[in-house]
């Protein structure tokens, strides 16, 4: 015994629009096609796994004594040569 569940998807207007035109053409229903889909998108491999950095990171103690407790502000302005508020 097939059992079906009835439920509501919102799709973007003019996809709605793009499948009422291809399903009129194959001569099937909306559902017809959203099954299809749903099926062949389900039974497709998945995609490549995600790809890993490498860790680039460096040693070190973290912020020199004189940003320990700098604002972005302050950082940025001595990255860039500007004059440090504070």
Not at 12 to 23: F, G, K
Not at 34 to 62: I, N, Q, T, W, Y
Not at 69 to 81: K, V
Request: negative net charge.
């Amino acid at each position: 015994m097939v059992t079906h569940m009835k439920t509501t998807i919102d799709i973007a207007d003019a996809l709605y629009e793009q499948a009422r035109c291809v399903a009129r053409e194959r001569g099937v229903t909306i559902r017809t096609l959203v099954e299809e889909g749903l099926r062949k998108e389900l039974e497709s491999p998945p995609g490549p796994a995600p790809r890993k950095m490498r860790d680039f990171s460096v040693g070190g103690e973290g912020l020199s004594p004189e940003f320990q407790n700098a604002t972005w502000e302050q950082m940025r302005a001595e990255i860039y040569g500007e004059k440090r508020g504070g």
